[in-house]
């Protein structure tokens, strides 16, 4: 075995050091962090409170292949087909409760029954069993939240890391059974009970649903998502529709946030497929996409690929403000109701000055501790010429030496310029360039882009 | 300070200590950390997914890390769970997926056939992904049994049991093509 080991040893060595990542990677983690600080409720750095995420479970349903493909058509893959789906406006709460902080290595849990610690622990007290067995919360999965008829139900097979796979079957044309593999759907149940020298233990909860015919390549497991989602994949089908619902937690058969469909390969070859969803504003932080194909013969549900998602906080936008520590600049986040207006909010927040925590932690700013509200106006041309007229509370005297002057305008710079759209500015106080200059004891100028 | 000329500073100057510790931790650990989730996945672009994923969950949870000098460790154990996840999630659908035939082996991939290492790679390729993870983990990392336990969230024994099949399997397929 020695020897093997020492080959395994150096083959590893070798191969992984012939890997290189291409470049980009710290732009996209930075653009994807940016994302969703954006929508999440998400403190300034050195507090983050609890972050708002909502997991979308998105289903995609094929119509299935009528017979052993007996329906082929030639087709070759088919791209892009728009999942139009007019999302209709629904109230939504803009106050989100915090979730409870999860391990940051985690993996994103599951997507039936259960979606809480709580809900899992009130099924504990009650005293129900009907979730311990792991073929039976796959036929009630199929039949509740996938919407089959009367499925075939597998035996469970262990699988890796605690988890056994069920797979469910439709049947055939009076209720005759199909043969194996075609239309399979294969059903990862995780054990959430403990383990016994007999393996792991219910009760059981769906992870995810991969089906034979309907292949999701995004988004993966556990990926926040936005209205229009992309849904990108290949599968074959009936006509080659999968169907793509988006559910929040809690939603069943029948019950979906959005709904669209995909066009991929019509079989016997797969075809890969492109579309959007869009959907409404979620009321929970998770959910669910799901992939269907459903029977041309009397659209009962054939087979689902499902994997879980979480939404995005609906209804806000994050912001960011300048202030200082000492001479340094410090940006701060600020989540607030959706707008449009982001620099306006930037400015108002920045006027609001530092909370108290952050003023504990020796945030400062520069503008009078009675400036909130005093923006009176923001204005933006065709040429990126921005005014900003401030409201006489802005004033504060410290601001009136040298480097408190200069301190401020980089506080306020900083928050102006971080728009890429604003290629220069000229702050007024009372409609008045020269008044607000003169309260830094500068002339009037308009303040050009930086590096511009 | 006095005579600091007048000029708007660029925010992208600006960082939180949040980001500059982040883009520490990219510097240090991305690529070794993009290498580690090649050997699990094949592709190198999956890779780059899982390693950036982790990235964003340490990045977001950052103020909820008990302590920042076990952010490596985090990373390392999100890349693991992503490239679990995505190592069952593949297999569960390559099992579904028999009209599929598996990807023809590149020209390149063809060439170098012959070479001892490519061999025991191929090999590795075909090992049920816990098996797999067990002899990366062993053989890459150097991690002792008892961290491969903890990162792998099973028991020690479980971890004996991964490790010795995976080598049993190697041996065998290595055996017949040597």
């Not at chain 1, 972050?51 to 998105?58: D, E, F, H, T």
């Not at chain 1, 349903?61 to 139009?84: I, K, Q």
């Not at chain 1, 269907?292 to 936008?317: H, M, R, Y």
């Not at chain 1, 005297?397 to 200069?406: F, L």
Request: proline share 6%; net charge negative; with cysteine.
């Amino acid at each position: 075995m020695n020897r093997d080991e020492e080959s395994v040893r150096r083959a590893l060595h070798r191969h992984a050091g012939g890997i290189e990542p291409g470049d980009g990677s710290q732009e996209r983690i930075q653009q994807r962090v940016h994302e969703a600080r954006r929508r999440r409720r998400l403190g300034w750095a050195g507090g983050a409170t609890g972050a708002v995420a909502a997991a979308v479970l998105v289903v995609v349903a094929v119509t299935s292949l009528a017979g052993n493909g007996s329906r082929v058509v030639e087709t070759g893959p088919t791209d892009t087909a728009s999942l139009a789906l007019p999302s209709t406006t629904v109230a939504v709460a803009t106050t989100v409760a915090p979730s409870p902080s999860e391990d940051v290595a985690q993996d994103a849990s599951g997507i039936w029954p259960f979606h809480t610690a709580a809900g899992i622990e009130a099924y504990r007290e009650s005293g129900d069993a009907r979730y311990d067995d792991p073929a039976e919360v796959a036929r009630a999965f199929a039949v509740e939240y996938l919407g089959m008829v009367d499925p075939e139900i597998g035996q469970p097979v262990p699988s890796d890391a605690g988890t056994v796979e069920v797979t469910v079957r439709p049947r055939g044309e009076a209720g005759q059974p199909l043969p194996p593999g075609a239309m399979d759907t294969a059903i990862i149940l995780d054990s959430l009970g403990g383990g016994s020298p007999s393996g792991p233990e219910g009760p059981w909860n769906v992870l995810s649903t991969a089906s034979s015919n309907i292949h999701l390549d995004g988004p993966v497991s556990g990926r926040e998502i936005t209205s229009p989602a992309t849904v990108t994949g290949e599968s074959r089908a009936f006509e080659g529709t999968v169907e793509v619902e988006v559910r929040g937690d809690g939603m069943g058969a029948g019950e979906a946030l959005g709904r669209g469909f995909v066009t991929g390969g019509a079989g016997p070859d797969f075809g890969s497929f492109s579309g959007q969803v869009s959907f409404d504003p979620a009321t929970t932080d998770e959910g669910a996409l799901v992939l269907l194909t459903t029977s041309a013969a009397d659209g009962s549900v054939q087979q689902a690929t499902v994997v879980d998602i979480s939404f995005s906080a609906p209804g806000q936008t994050e912001v960011t403000a300048f202030f200082l520590r000492g001479e340094e600049l410090v940006p701060v986040s600020r989540t607030v109701p959706a707008t449009t207006g982001v620099l306006r909010a930037s400015l108002e927040q920045l006027l609001a000055g530092p909370t108290e925590e952050e003023q504990s932690a020796g945030l400062i700013s520069l503008f009078a501790a009675g400036a909130a509200g005093e923006l009176r106006d923001v204005t933006i041309d065709g040429n990126g010429k921005t005014v900003v007229d401030f409201g006489p509370g802005v004033v504060n005297g410290s601001a009136g030496t040298s480097t408190g002057s200069t301190l401020l305008l980089e506080q306020l710079n900083a928050t102006v310029f971080q728009f890429s759209t604003v290629e220069r500015v000229e702050y007024r106080l009372e409609g008045s360039c020269g008044a607000f200059f003169e309260w830094l004891q500068r002339g009037c100028e308009v303040i050009e882009r930086p590096g511009g | 300070m006095a005579s600091m000329a007048f000029h708007p500073s660029a925010p992208t100057a600006v960082t939180a200590p949040v980001d500059e510790a982040v883009t520490q931790l990219h510097r240090d650990h991305y690529r070794s950390l993009v290498r580690l989730a090649a050997l699990l996945l094949d592709d190198i672009g999956s890779s780059e997914e899982v390693v950036q994923d982790a990235f964003v969950k340490v990045h977001l949870g950052w103020a909820r890390l008990a302590d920042p000098e076990r952010a490596p460790a985090y990373l390392r154990s999100a890349v693991l769970n992503g490239a679990r996840s995505r190592m069952r999630h593949r297999q569960v659908q390559d099992r579904h997926l028999e009209a599929v035939p598996p990807p023809a082996p590149s020209a390149e991939a063809g060439a170098l056939a012959a070479d001892e290492h490519h061999r025991v790679i191929a090999a590795l390729g075909v090992l049920p992904a816990r098996q797999r993870e067990a002899v990366v983990l062993r053989y890459y990392l150097d991690l002792s049994e008892a961290e491969m336990a903890t990162a792998m969230a099973i028991s020690a024994g479980s971890v004996k049991t991964h490790l010795h099949r995976a080598l049993a399997t190697l041996h065998e397929t290595l055996g017949e093509t040597r």
